[in-house]
């Protein structure tokens, strides 16, 4: 470590001090303005040395710095870790190169270095061999750079890290400080290494402190023409034709409304300055965002340029290993192919590009609100039932369609205490707030920001102007505001953007290239087609719930529901015009079916709210914002939407940090009533966590445990329970699912009437298991798919039913409102498979036409179920050869042979028929002249 020595000595003593002590040891010395010298002092080894070096091909901003270090540590030698620009070389004269003192590194002794002081760069990957000293006992580390933090940085004894236009400037502040004069060609050496570092003060990393020092080194002698000489060159005839390449080979996409050109390029040998062909091209064709992937030998570069705030070219580059600034970047790439990375930069810049932040796009609509005439008490229901902590106050709140004029806004704080003061039955006019900011729908969020953060408003209404009056749009709340802060990194200073920031579990991110690997062509173009036709009704429409978890889980899912901010039943009706398909609409709840020509079905919603008015009751149903349609589902893993519409496709709008419970394999609720508002959500829960082999937290855990422990078990009944049920026996295994439930305690409030302590014991193990072979047998059978149609369901509850009293499954039916068609299937479906089953009890050696007449009224859940709750296996075995062998067996002969024998139509057609097939089963004919035979042996003798 170093030892710090604070002497109140002029610099001219310190710099004779220093003079006398450097042959012996090794001091690095600062002299700020008032003259104080701080002397940082390490003794060293006698023969120990300093090293100055940059990064792997160098730049003139690199070579500048190198040379300003050494003016602070006389004794060091320069050294390039790699390769330097080809100009550098027509800079680096023999007469500079002699001057100066540059070492090659195969000539040294990297075990004797004990100072490292690297400039521009502190990653370490990026010394390529001198990555070897790091390691040597009490090496010091001092760092001049200034670039951005990126992990995997070094750290070092000192550090001088300022978030300026170039390290050349940074040295120029320390020199200036210190008071250190510079030659002409020191001075020309750093203007060089600024002006190329900051496109000559045009990139947007540019400081004041740059231009300062661009003004201090003018003093110092800089000569302008030769920083012209090599900063603004023409380009030579082998590079013309390589930019002629670079255009010929780039591509444009348009990701986020933002467009980005890539450029890929093999070359056979390595190319000097390449990134000013880059740079070139962007100025000529006037692009916002340039990468270009060059492959130079068997090394690969990727040279970034962004003159945009939506792309940060720095944070692009370090995911690659790289680094730079916002504006400019590049990276080597090791272990890919060119294609390979292209591939990756895709997905990377469809992570992280977002579109402008504007009001409009992130603001919650239609808004909840109130008239100034209700009370205090009537605003704290409101702000109960739909969990919002402000209410704006309109002028007209009769019509939900209708505009409304802005007047004020009550809080829930200023609610909460009116009703301890007794003024609970107060209008809310009396004491809601008036003078409020509002914004108009294209503010930025710089705007939004400063409202919210430096005025502290909670509430931020968006307003648009019609006849001089302030019309409510929708709110920006503050949650929503730290969300696009905290998640959104392109949009966070680039003192703050680091790699580990970039998007792994943000709150939006673009899945379009997921969507494209996971989904057909066809699904592509259909979502593509919902959108463009919500843009065109100015709606907005998200694929929303399933659709979107089982996307990020990389499942397709062809099941899709759409919501609709706006009207869903006019989006469905103006999207079944133009596919000319069928809409079926739902008036009560904003809901559509569409049914397309192909037979999908799409499911349109208008983005709805829902509140309950008491535990397990049905919910009351209003049109919302999309925050809040996601806000009422069931878990956070199904709280996810993706945009539609053409602006923002495939954009994953996430408020809960559901990708993170995703990414978790975890089930979350969304609040700590929802299994008491709906007690369903239970089974829900139980059957996500079974099918996705997920796990429900603690705490979700906990509130399943306490629903059930209110008893709320006695509404555990009607058609909205015995739908989850029914989704939990279709699943594939659902026993482990009715573990689950029997671990909430909630069988004994399922099945009341079958024991009353019901368990899964031995029996109900083995009753369940025989319906699982039983369904895998008929699922493995090689049947048409017409007669494969099976409802497994039914199997595995009549199975839990097997030997259960006559009358329990009537009440089950009763108690949870099964459809009279469904109840009346069920309950002929267990009568006939046990009358069935008693009769072959005992009857181990039936024909082949007694086991045809027994089953033949039996479907497939029927036969199933007879498999299920037979005791024999003889029984087994005749249900198996029924349906592989028998079932489909028909007569030989039909009507118009009986007909052709001259016999007259009636119920002996049918009866001479039925002796056919038993006979043909039994094996006593096989062909159409035997039964034809058998047919004029019966009709004589009944003659």
Same mark, same amino acid.
């Given at each position: 470590?170093f030892?710090?020595f604070?002497?109140s000595?002029?610099r001219?003593?310190?710099?004779?001090?220093?003079?006398k002590? /450097?042959?012996?040891?090794q001091?690095?010395y600062?002299?700020?303005?008032?003259g104080?010298f701080t002397l940082?002092?390490k003794?060293?080894t006698v023969?120990?040395?300093?090293?100055?070096?940059t990064?792997?091909n160098?730049?003139f901003d690199g070579?500048?710095?190198?040379?300003a270090?050494r003016?602070l540590?006389p004794?060091?030698v320069?050294v390039?870790a790699?390769s330097?620009e080809?100009?550098l070389?027509e800079?680096?004269?023999a007469?500079?190169?002699?001057l100066?003192?540059?070492?090659k590194l195969k000539?040294?002794?990297?075990?004797?270095v004990?100072r490292?002081?690297?400039?521009d760069?502190r990653?370490?990957d990026?010394?390529?061999?001198? %990555?070897?000293?790091l390691?040597n006992?009490?090496? $010091?580390i001092h760092?001049y750079?200034h670039?951005?933090?990126?992990?995997?940085?070094l750290?070092?004894n000192?550090e001088?890290v300022e978030?300026v236009?170039?390290t050349?400037?940074?040295?120029?502040?320390?020199?200036?400080?210190?008071?250190i004069?510079?030659?002409?060609?020191?001075?020309?050496?750093?203007?060089?290494g600024?002006?190329?570092?900051?496109g000559?003060?045009l990139y947007s990393? =540019? =400081?004041p402190?740059?231009l300062?020092a661009?003004?201090?080194?003018?003093?110092?002698? +800089?000569?302008l023409?030769v920083?012209n000489?090599?900063?603004s060159?023409d380009l030579?005839?082998?590079q013309?034709?390589l930019?002629s390449?670079?255009?010929?080979?780039?591509?444009?996409?348009?990701?986020?409304?933002?467009?980005v050109?890539?450029?890929?390029?093999t070359?056979p040998?390595?190319?000097?300055?390449?990134s000013a062909?880059?740079?070139?091209m962007?100025?000529?064709?006037?692009?916002? /965002?340039?990468? +270009?992937?060059?492959?130079?030998g068997e090394?690969l570069y990727?040279?970034c340029?962004?003159?945009?705030?939506?792309i940060n070219?720095g944070?692009v580059a370090?995911f690659?290993g790289?680094g730079?600034?916002?504006?400019a970047?590049?990276a080597?790439?090791?272990?890919?192919?060119?294609f390979e990375?292209?591939?990756e930069l895709?997905?990377?810049?469809?992570r992280c590009?977002?579109?402008?932040?504007?009001a409009?796009?992130?603001m919650s609509?239609?808004v909840?609100?109130a008239?100034?005439?209700?009370?205090?008490?009537?605003?704290?229901?409101?702000?109960t039932r739909?969990?919002?902590?402000?209410?704006p106050i309109v002028s007209d709140?009769s019509?939900?369609?209708?505009?409304?004029?802005?007047?004020g806004?009550?809080?829930?704080?200023?609610?909460e205490?009116a009703?301890?003061h007794q003024?609970g039955?107060?209008?809310?006019?009396?004491?809601m707030?008036t003078e409020?900011?509002?914004?108009?729908e294209?503010?930025?969020q710089?705007?939004?920001?400063?409202l919210?953060i #430096?005025?502290?408003? *909670?509430?931020?209404?968006i307003?648009r102007?019609e006849?001089?009056?302030d019309?409510l749009v929708g709110v920006?709340?503050?949650? &929503?505001?730290?969300?696009l802060?905290v998640?959104d990194?392109?949009?966070?200073?680039?003192?703050l953007?680091?790699q580990?920031e970039?998007?792994s579990?943000?709150?939006s991110r673009?899945?379009?290239r997921l969507?494209?690997?996971?989904?057909g062509?066809?699904?592509i173009?259909?979502?593509?087609e919902?959108? #463009?036709?919500a843009?065109e009704?100015?709606?907005? +429409?998200? /694929?929303v719930g399933g659709?979107?978890? &089982?996307l990020?889980l990389?499942?397709?899912?062809?099941?899709?529901?759409?919501?609709?901010e706006?009207d869903?039943?006019?989006?469905a %009706?103006?999207?079944?015009a133009?596919k000319k398909? +069928?809409?079926r609409?739902h008036?009560?709840f904003?809901?559509?079916?569409?049914?397309? /020509?192909d037979g999908?079905?799409?499911d @349109?919603?208008?983005?709805r709210?829902e509140?309950?008015?008491?535990?397990?009751a049905?919910p009351i @149903?209003?049109?919302?914002?999309l925050?809040l349609?996601l806000?009422?589902?069931d878990?956070?893993?199904?709280?996810m939407?993706v945009?539609?519409n053409?602006?923002r496709?495939g954009?994953?709008?996430?408020?809960?940090?559901s990708?993170?419970?995703?990414?978790?394999r975890?089930? *979350? @609720?969304?609040?700590n009533l929802?299994?008491?508002?709906?007690p369903t959500r239970?089974?829900?829960a139980? *059957?996500?966590e079974q099918?996705?082999?997920?796990?429900?937290t603690?705490h979700s #855990?906990?509130l399943?445990r306490n629903?059930?422990?209110m008893?709320l078990?006695?509404t555990?009944?009607?058609?909205?329970?015995f739908?989850?049920?029914?989704l939990?026996?279709?699943?594939d295994?659902?026993l482990?699912?009715? !573990?689950r439930?029997?671990?909430?305690?909630l069988?004994p409030?399922?099945w009341?009437?079958l024991r009353?302590n019901l368990?899964i014991?031995?029996?109900?193990?083995h009753?369940?298991?025989?319906?699982?072979?039983?369904?895998?047998?008929?699922r493995?059978l090689?049947?048409?798919?017409?007669e494969k %149609?099976?409802?497994?369901?039914?199997?595995?509850l009549l199975?839990?039913?097997s030997?259960s009293?006559?009358?329990?499954?009537p009440r089950?039916?009763?108690?949870?409102?099964?459809?009279p068609?469904? !109840?009346?299937?069920l309950? $002929?479906?267990?009568s006939?498979a $046990? !009358?069935?089953?008693?009769?072959?009890?005992c009857?181990?050696f039936l024909?082949?036409? $007694?086991?045809?007449?027994l089953?033949r009224?039996?479907?497939n859940e029927g036969?199933?179920c007879?498999m299920v709750?037979a005791?024999?296996k003889?029984?087994?075995?005749a249900v198996? *050869?029924?349906?592989?062998?028998l079932?489909?067996?028909?007569?030989l002969?039909?009507g118009?042979?009986?007909?052709?024998?001259?016999?007259q139509?009636g119920?002996v057609?049918?009866t001479?028929l039925n002796q056919?097939i038993?006979?043909?089963?039994?094996?006593?004919?096989?062909s159409k002249?035997?039964?034809l035979?058998l047919v %004029?042996?019966?009709?004589?003798?009944?003659?």
């Open positions: 470590m030892h710090w604070y002497l000595r002029k001219d003593d310190c710099l004779a001090n220093y003079q002590s /450097a042959a012996k040891s001091e690095y600062q002299i700020p303005a008032d104080v940082f002092t003794s060293c023969g120990g040395m300093d090293i100055i070096t990064h792997l160098a730049d070579l500048a710095s190198m040379i270090a003016k540590y004794g060091a320069l390039f790699g330097a080809r100009r070389g800079f680096l004269s007469d500079l190169r002699n100066y003192d540059f070492q000539n040294l002794d990297l075990t004797a004990c490292l002081i690297v400039v760069t990653q370490p990026r010394l390529d061999r001198l %990555q070897d000293c390691g006992p009490g090496l $010091e760092l750079d670039h951005p933090d990126a992990p995997g940085d750290h070092g000192v001088r978030l236009g170039s050349a400037t940074l040295f120029a502040r320390i020199f200036q400080e210190q008071q004069s510079l030659t002409s060609d020191e001075a020309t050496l750093m203007s060089i600024i002006h190329e570092d900051t000559s003060f990393g =540019t =400081t402190a740059d300062q661009a003004a201090w080194l003018l003093e110092q002698g +800089a000569k023409d920083v000489h090599f900063v060159h030579s005839a082998p013309v034709s930019l390449q670079l255009l010929k080979n780039s591509a444009v996409y348009t990701i986020q409304s933002v467009q050109t890539i450029s890929r390029l070359l040998d390595y190319a000097d300055d390449f062909l880059v740079r070139r962007m100025v000529m064709e006037n692009l916002d /965002a340039v990468f +270009a992937l060059v492959c130079m090394r990727l040279i340029r962004s003159r945009i705030p939506e070219a944070a370090r690659f790289g730079g600034h916002a504006s970047a590049s080597a790439i090791a272990n890919k192919t060119i990375a292209e591939e895709l997905h990377l810049l469809y590009i977002r579109p402008k932040a504007l409009r796009e992130i609509a239609p909840i609100t008239t100034p005439e209700i009370s205090h008490s009537e605003a704290s229901e409101l702000l739909y969990n919002i902590t402000g209410l709140n019509d939900r369609k209708k505009p409304k004029g802005l007047l806004l009550i809080s829930r704080r200023v609610v205490k009703i301890a003024l039955a107060m209008p809310v006019s009396d004491y707030s409020i900011e509002t914004l108009p294209t503010a930025t710089a705007d939004i920001q400063e919210i #430096e005025h502290h408003q *909670r509430l931020l209404p307003v102007q006849n001089g009056e019309i920006i709340t503050r949650t &929503d505001l730290l969300n802060l998640h990194p392109a949009r966070q200073p680039r003192s953007l680091r580990d970039l998007p579990a943000e709150r673009n899945i379009t969507m494209i690997d996971t989904l062509k066809e699904i173009l259909l979502l593509r919902i959108g #463009e036709i843009q009704v100015e709606m907005r +429409a998200y /694929a659709f979107a978890r &089982d990020l990389q499942t397709c899912n062809l099941d899709l529901d759409i919501v609709v706006g869903g039943i006019l989006f %009706q103006a999207f079944a133009k398909a +069928a809409v609409t008036e009560k904003a809901t559509a079916t569409i049914l397309l /020509a999908m079905r799409l @349109v919603a208008t983005a709210l509140y309950y008015a008491s535990p397990a049905l @149903v209003e049109k919302s914002s925050k349609d806000f009422r589902r878990f956070t893993v199904n709280a939407a945009h539609l053409p602006d496709f954009l994953l709008v996430d408020y809960f940090s990708q993170n419970d995703l990414k978790e975890q089930l *979350r @609720v969304l609040h929802s299994f008491v508002e709906d239970i089974f829900r139980v *059957r996500f099918r996705l082999d997920f796990r429900i603690k #855990e906990k399943i629903a059930v422990q008893h078990g006695k555990f009944t009607g058609l909205r329970f739908n989850e049920l029914k939990i026996f279709s699943e295994t659902p482990a699912a009715l !573990r439930l029997e671990g909430f305690g069988f409030l399922l009341p009437d009353p368990k014991d031995r029996r109900f193990i009753v369940m298991t025989q319906a699982e072979k039983a369904i895998s047998w008929f493995l090689y049947l048409p798919e017409a %149609q099976c409802e497994c369901w039914s199997v595995r199975a839990l039913f030997r009293r006559e009358l329990e499954l089950f039916c009763d108690r949870f409102e099964v459809p068609k469904q !109840r009346k299937f309950i $002929e479906r267990k006939k $046990e !009358r069935i089953a008693a009769t072959m009890q009857r181990p024909k082949a036409s $007694e086991i045809y007449w089953l009224d039996l479907d036969l199933l007879l709750i005791r024999k003889h029984i087994q075995q198996s *050869r029924y349906v592989t062998n079932r489909d067996i028909r007569p002969i039909n118009q042979d009986l007909l052709e024998l001259g016999l139509p119920a057609f049918r001479l056919i038993e006979a043909q089963l039994n094996g006593e004919i096989s002249e035997e039964a035979a %004029q042996k019966l009709h004589s003798e009944e003659c």
